[in-house]
């Protein structure tokens, strides 16, 4: 296992269309985070996932972002009818859970809407 | 005000100084993360801890628990530690993570 994947790595769309995202968990962490971060800020939290359950989501996340989890491996993050305050790196994150369980992070997607 | 603050923001040093980053929290957590994120954007854990001190490398990293407050210490630093440092506090009411914005530090050769 190679840690979390991500992909794609950079996506540039079109103001108004849909993009979806994708993150790869390290297979026997059951709890996946996805985050967004602007430039110059740290990470805000998006929403997270315990096996398949999605158990929190920020109030950031409007009615346009959805995620799953359908088996309780990879996720992914749909964000529909774009709008540019949506250009963001968008960052996955798993973990065995517990408090004693370091996070794994992957490379993140960053997202462009022009 | 932050739930999570850093100090400072931005630090330039040359090659060899000792680098102190802070770190402070206002709430309860249950662990405090360091993590190091280069100009591509990934991003590493250097450390977890929750008491004490933890040393790897040349990277010191301690937590006063009653103080609230974290520091990330680089002995004999390089260019190659030039990277924003992020701290991020794990809350003990649930597994969500509360992150600082982050010290953008550059090491000049």
């Known amino acids: 296992d190679t840690g979390v994947s991500q992909d794609p790595r950079h996506k540039i769309t079109k103001r108004g269309q849909n993009v979806t ?13 996805w985050y967004r971060q602007t430039l ?15 158990l929190e989501k920020s ?14 491996s990879f996720s992914t993050l749909e964000i529909q009818r774009t ?29 462009t809407v022009v | ?15 060899g100084e000792f680098i102190t980053i802070n770190c402070s929290y206002s709430v309860g957590i249950s662990a405090l993360h360091w993590l190091q994120q ?4 990934g991003i590493v854990s250097l450390f977890m801890l929750s008491s004490g001190k933890k040393k790897h490398g040349r ?10 407050h974290s520091s990330l210490h680089i002995t004999a630093s390089h260019p190659r530690d030039s990277a924003v440092y992020i701290c991020a506090v794990l809350m003990d009411s649930n597994y ?3 992150w600082g914005a982050g010290t953008k530090l550059i090491i000049k050769p």
């Not at chain 1, 993150?23 to 026997?28: F, K, L």
């Not at chain 1, 305050?85 to 997202?111: E, H, I, N, Q």
Request: aromatic residues 10%.
């Open chain 1, 21 to 33: 995202f994708r993150c790869d968990p390290i297979s026997e962490h059951n709890r996946l985070y």
């Open chain 1, 40 to 54: 110059g800020q740290g990470p805000e939290f998006l929403t997270y996932f315990q096996n398949e359950a999605q």
């Open chain 1, 59 to 72: 109030r950031l996340l409007s009615d346009r972002f959805s995620a799953e989890r359908p088996k309780g």
């Open chain 1, 83 to 111: 709008e540019q305050g949506d250009s963001a790196m968008y960052l996955c994150a798993s973990t065995k859970g517990g408090v004693w369980y370091g996070y794994t992070f992957g490379s993140g997607t960053r997202l």
């Open chain 2, 1 to 15: 005000k932050n739930e999570v603050e850093q100090s400072p923001q931005n630090l330039t040093a040359q090659e």
């Open chain 2, 38 to 41: 280069h100009p591509g954007g």
């Open chain 2, 59 to 68: 990277l010191i990293a301690t937590i006063n628990i009653q103080e609230k």
């Open chain 2, 96 to 98: 969500q993570l509360i």
